[in-house]
């Protein structure tokens, strides 16, 4: 029976609200679940039992049969295996049940080759650059630098791989340009050579100054590109000494050609010119000096025309014209000393001057032992002077 607080006007029981108490959680068995099978709907039990195994299964065999058997349990760091990651391979991976996933390590292994492809290139890249690679192949090195932005974009979207092998491309590419570089080298010291052959100074520094552009250390292009600067200056010299040569003014003509010479000794018609007009230079001095030799032999001015043949000695030397002229001077100062001793003893014989006379004769014999007359001549001068002698010595002492 219920008191009056507890009822309304109206016969009804009323409901008061109960404070909630916090009610402990008990585990589930068979025995409460019968205890309360009078008060909960029938099927109530069951599917709890149900819920509880399916979260249970959920829990523990799931992870087991999605799990890949070669992810590690510990990676490096949840951070770098993130950032390591493939997406488009991640996404085949999932789309695709058949192929394995990508591990942390294969990702950051693919990454590091890429790096490697990618450094190797730079240093590539940097030998080309320092070879002037886009003054002799400009397009295909352009070409290469498209591939080389291509291949950081695919590594920015972390396709390592996909970088990788447009690096390695472009490597390949880098390789023949620089095997490249040595003939474009080779080309350009002949073009510039050729400008120098033709008289083209513009051919010429054209040629040089790309060569020393790939290879700035070229002995070879530095000289040439030396030449082809005073090429025109050259020219103009090269074109007075042969009007001078033509108008037979060989020392002119010689002057200018040394000039030439002087700013550019590898000029080949430089020094032909020079050769030819100093030689002919050479050969009129050599005549002159001959005929000067010869005049001043037979002038009996034998020291004179010893000099004027040791010069022509020293512009030809060991000449026949030398030799036999020096031989002649000897043989014409030994003739006149053998003509003046000649004279000189019988100028002493008639004056009875024996001894004077057999001096004369003795000198004309040491220039020439075989000389008859100087025999002759001295064997009369003796004997005379010895029978002078014998009579002042009885006129002296009867």
């Known amino acids: 029976m219920t008191t009056p607080d507890q009822s309304g006007g109206d016969g009804f029981d009323r409901i008061r609200p109960q404070p909630l108490q916090p009610a402990s959680v008990a585990p589930v068995t068979e025995t409460t679940a019968s205890a309360t099978n ?18 249970l299964a959920v829990l523990f ?26 997406p488009a391979t991640a996404q085949t991976a999932a789309g695709n049940q058949a192929a394995p996933p990508v591990t942390a390590e294969a990702s950051l292994a693919a990454r590091q080759k890429a790096q490697d492809a990618s450094q190797r290139l730079d240093a590539q890249r940097s030998k080309l650059e320092a070879r002037a690679v886009m003054r002799w192949a400009p397009d295909t090195y352009a070409a290469l630098s498209r591939k ?48 120098l052959d033709e008289g083209n100074s513009a051919l010429a520094r054209q040629g040089f100054e790309l060569a020393l552009a790939i290879d700035p250390a070229n002995k070879l292009a530095q000289a040439g590109l030396i030449r082809a ?69 037979e002038a009996g001015k034998f020291d004179e025309a010893r000099r004027q043949y040791q010069a022509a000695a020293d512009i030809r030397k060991d000449t026949v014209e030398v030799a036999e002229g020096l031989a002649a001077v000897q043989v014409a100062e030994q003739a006149l000393a053998v003509s003046i001793y000649r004279r000189e003893g019988a100028r002493f014989e008639a004056k009875e001057e024996w001894h004077k006379a057999a001096q004369q004769y003795r000198n004309a014999l040491k220039t020439d032992s075989t000389l008859a007359f100087a025999r002759a001549g001295l064997s009369r001068s003796e004997a005379r002077a010895k029978l002078d002698g014998g009579l002042q010595t009885i006129i002296e002492d009867p």
Do not use: C, M
């Not at 099927?43 to 039992?49: K, M, Q, R, V, Y």
């Not at 890949?68 to 295996?81: K, L």
């Open 38 to 55: 009078t008060k909960a709907h029938p099927l109530f039990g069951p599917a709890l039992l149900i819920l509880v195994l399916l979260l």
């Open 61 to 86: 065999l799931l992870p087991r049969l999605t799990a890949p058997a070669d992810i590690p349990v510990s990676p490096p760091s949840q951070e770098s295996a993130e950032a390591a990651v493939d």
């Open 148 to 195: 080389y932005a291509e291949a950081e974009e695919h590594f920015r979207n972390r396709d390592y791989a996909g970088a990788e092998a447009i690096w390695q491309e472009a490597i390949l590419e880098a390789d023949n340009l620089l095997e490249q570089s040595g003939w474009e080298l080779l080309g350009a010291t002949q073009t510039g050579q050729q400008g």
């Open 229 to 297: 600067e005073r090429l025109d200056e050259v020219i103009g010299l090269l074109r007075s000494a042969r009007r001078f040569e033509q108008e037979n003014n060989l020392i002119a003509a010689r002057d200018y050609y040394k000039q030439a010479l002087k700013l550019d000794p590898a000029t080949i018609a430089a020094a032909a010119g020079f050769q030819r007009t100093h030689g002919e230079l050479q050969d009129r001095e050599f005549r002159r000096l001959i005929s000067t030799a010869l005049a001043a032999t």
